[in-house]
Every structure is written in structure tokens, then in C-alpha cells.
T-cell receptor, first 113, second 109 residues
């Protein structure tokens, strides 16, 4: 693994189904984030985790849940998908230090019908 | 929260200079970032400003004025590969980023 991986790359899902988007990193960064990106709205933070064992809500958390059992993995779960959750989902990690810039995974394109 | 504004689109000619402005209103400023995002790809880090002034990195420069809630990204000697979206992002005191909607730059020959 090099950097951040996300799975699946893309998915078409029926409304009402449960779905987990996976994110794994090998950079040993403490902080991890989930964003959704929609045309005209930019990237919006869904949930975040500053370190393993802790999570927090972002700007648009409703309908999503996360867990952070260890440093490397940060899965995002849609308990019952709705069409408005159709989006591109990006996972990101942040390096420690003053700059603390975020690194983004390749994204998952999710379509809910 | 954060309110971040940047133009939707800009077009420029290869070899020219383009300046992308970003204004923000924040409830706790802790740094401003610019990211580049090519179509269908993930955003990649370009620049970071936390103090007022200009940061230069090759053909790209970024400026910040905290008192005015203003930043710009300057792209010099434009190349075709610079056609992308440029995202302005403000970091709050909890180290969370809020992004503007992005500026799509099209470079024409």
C-alpha cells in the first residue's frame, strides 16, 4: 500500500441499502477525514477523527457513521442510503506539524438510485 | 463556521498569469490552504499561509491578508497542464478545513 487507498472505486447502490466505504492509510497519520464533493458545493466534511479511538462530526454528518478502531482504517457507513447521498467521497489524512496539510485518497464515486 | 468565496471559472492563455482570489469570513482562523484538483482526481496540496504576506513556490505563489480575510493564488507562465480546479480552504482552531466551491481554470493555447 502506498499512501491512502479507498474502496470501492465506484458503486451503484439501491436506496435503503447499507454501504461501507473503506479507507486505509499507511502513512501513520493520526488525523483522518471523510468529505463528500458535489458540483457547485465543493468539499464538505462529513466526519473526522483526530486519533484512533476518537471521532467527531463535521458539517454534514446526518445519515453517516464512522469508526476508528486503529490508526490505519477509517470506514464510513451509510446505514440506509438515499439518493441525496449520491456524490464523490474522499478520505484524507493529515500530517502532524504546524502545516498539518491534508492528503487525499483517490475517491469513491457513489450513486444511489 | 466559515464562509469562503472564490470565482467559479477563469480562462487564460498559455504563458500568461492568472490570479485566483479567495475571501473568507471565519470564526477561528488557523491557516489557509490552496489545493489543485484535476478532473476526476483527488485534490493535491499546493500552498499554505498562516502569516500575512506572499509565499512563493516555483510558478505558484499565494498571498494572505488576515485583516482583510483575503488570499490569492497566482499562477505564472501558465501551462496546459495547469487546467484544473483550484480550491481555497480555511483551517479553524480545531484543525478542520472548510473549502470554497473551487475555481475552474482553463488554459488555452
Amino acid at each position: 500500500i502506498a499512501g491512502i487507498t479507498q474502496a470501492p472505486t465506484s458503486q451503484i447502490l439501491a436506496a435503503g441499502r447499507r454501504m461501507t466505504l473503506r479507507c486505509t492509510q499507511d502513512m501513520r497519520h493520526n488525523a483522518m477525514y471523510w468529505y463528500r464533493q458535489d458540483l457547485g458545493l465543493g468539499l464538505r466534511l462529513i466526519h473526522y477523527s483526530n486519533t484512533a479511538g476518537t471521532t467527531g462530526k463535521g458539517e454534514v454528518p446526518d445519515g453517516y457513521s464512522v469508526s476508528r478502531a486503529n490508526t490505519d482504517d477509517f470506514p464510513l457507513t451509510l446505514a440506509s442510503a438515499v439518493p441525496s447521498q449520491t456524490s464523490v467521497y474522499f478520505c484524507a489524512t493529515a500530517r502532524e506539524g504546524d502545516r498539518n496539510e491534508q492528503f487525499f485518497g483517490p475517491g469513491t464515486r457513489l450513486t444511489v438510485l | 463556521g466559515q464562509n469562503i468565496d472564490q470565482p467559479t471559472e477563469m480562462t487564460a492563455t498559455e504563458g500568461a498569469i492568472v490570479q485566483i482570489n479567495c475571501t473568507y469570513q471565519t470564526s477561528g482562523f488557523n491557516g489557509l490552504f490552496w489545493y489543485q484538483q484535476h478532473a476526476g482526481e483527488a485534490p493535491t496540496f499546493l500552498s499554505y499561509n498562516v502569516l500575512d504576506g506572499l509565499e512563493e513556490k516555483g510558478r505558484f505563489s499565494s498571498f494572505l491578508s488576515r485583516s482583510k480575510g483575503y488570499s490569492y493564488l497566482l499562477l505564472k507562465e501558465l501551462q496546459m497542464k495547469d487546467s484544473a480546479s483550484y480550491l481555497c480552504a480555511v483551517r479553524d482552531s480545531d484543525y478542520k478545513l472548510s473549502f470554497g466551491a473551487g475555481t475552474t481554470v482553463t488554459v488555452r493555447a
